[in-house]
């Protein structure tokens, strides 16, 4: 079965500070990871995927993640919070050794970028 | 060109109605996902449907609850004789072919509230 833990529910980072929030997986098969971004009353905003190839995948407004298979870790990094990246974070998987055909995903991380 | 779309964006209830949830998807994308997200938790999958494919099922939480898809065009989710626990924001999305590398884009939800 696949799974995804997100073991902070709050990441509190001063504008200007780099900020990065942290996402394990577990799959029997390669793993297709994804982040979301969801603000207040609105729906999930793709940020950003690993398929395959470079462990650095960069994606929208500066996001960044970087895939380490021996720790099957997805960690979500900007070199520079926002005010405006306040949201919530999703970290999601796809097992590629399975059959499903849905995403699975964490339980979101809440990202609180302060002055 | 235009994203997923669902309606009504609010739904409030009273124990033991049916309610009929619509969605959208993005012109020519055969997948599309139902997902259900409780206050403070993640996404969990409801139900997928792929092209002329036997839906994917596996999500559903009771048979109370299913689903339609005509063509490669709008779903509709029905909730019948909707219990308080039924609460949550419904969330659809959908991706081009279903592949395991694809991203789902998703609607902006369908918050339901069951008094």
């Known amino acids: 079965a696949q799974s995804v833990a997100q073991p902070e529910d709050q990441v509190n980072v001063a504008e200007g500070n780099p900020l990065t929030v942290k996402c394990t997986y577990s799959?029997?098969?390669?793993?297709?990871l994804f982040w979301y971004v969801q603000y207040p009353n609105r729906g999930l905003q793709f940020l950003l995927k690993?398929?395959?190839?470079?462990?650095l995948v960069k994606g929208s407004y500066g996001f960044e993640a970087e895939f380490n298979k021996s720790q099957t870790s997805f960690h979500l990094k900007k070199p520079s919070a926002l005010v405006s990246d306040s949201a919530l974070y999703f970290c999601?998987?796809?097992?590629?050794?399975?059959?499903?055909?849905?995403?699975?995903f964490g339980t979101g991380t809440r990202l609180q970028v302060t002055l | 060109g235009a994203g997923v779309s669902q309606s009504p964006s609010n739904k409030v209830t009273e124990k033991g109605k049916d309610v009929e949830l619509r969605c959208d998807p993005i012109?020519?994308?055969?997948?599309l996902y139902w997902y259900r997200q409780r206050l403070g938790q993640g996404l969990e999958f409801l139900i997928y449907?792929?092209?002329?494919?036997?839906?994917?099922k596996s999500g559903l939480p009771s048979d109370r609850f299913s689903a339609e898809r005509t063509g490669e065009s709008v779903s509709t989710l029905t909730i019948q004789r909707t219990q308080q626990e039924d609460s949550a924001v419904y969330l659809c999305?959908?991706?081009?072919?279903?592949?395991?590398?694809?991203?789902?884009?998703f609607g902006p939800g369908t918050r339901l509230l069951v008094l």
């Open positions: 999601a998987v796809r097992d590629g050794g399975g059959t499903a055909s849905k995403l699975t």
């Open positions: 690993y398929i395959t190839g470079d462990n």
């Open positions: 799959v029997s098969g390669n793993p297709y």
């Open positions: 999305a959908s991706s081009l072919f279903g592949g395991y590398q694809e991203t789902q884009y």
């Open positions: 449907f792929q092209g002329n494919s036997a839906p994917d």
């Open positions: 012109s020519g994308h055969t997948a």
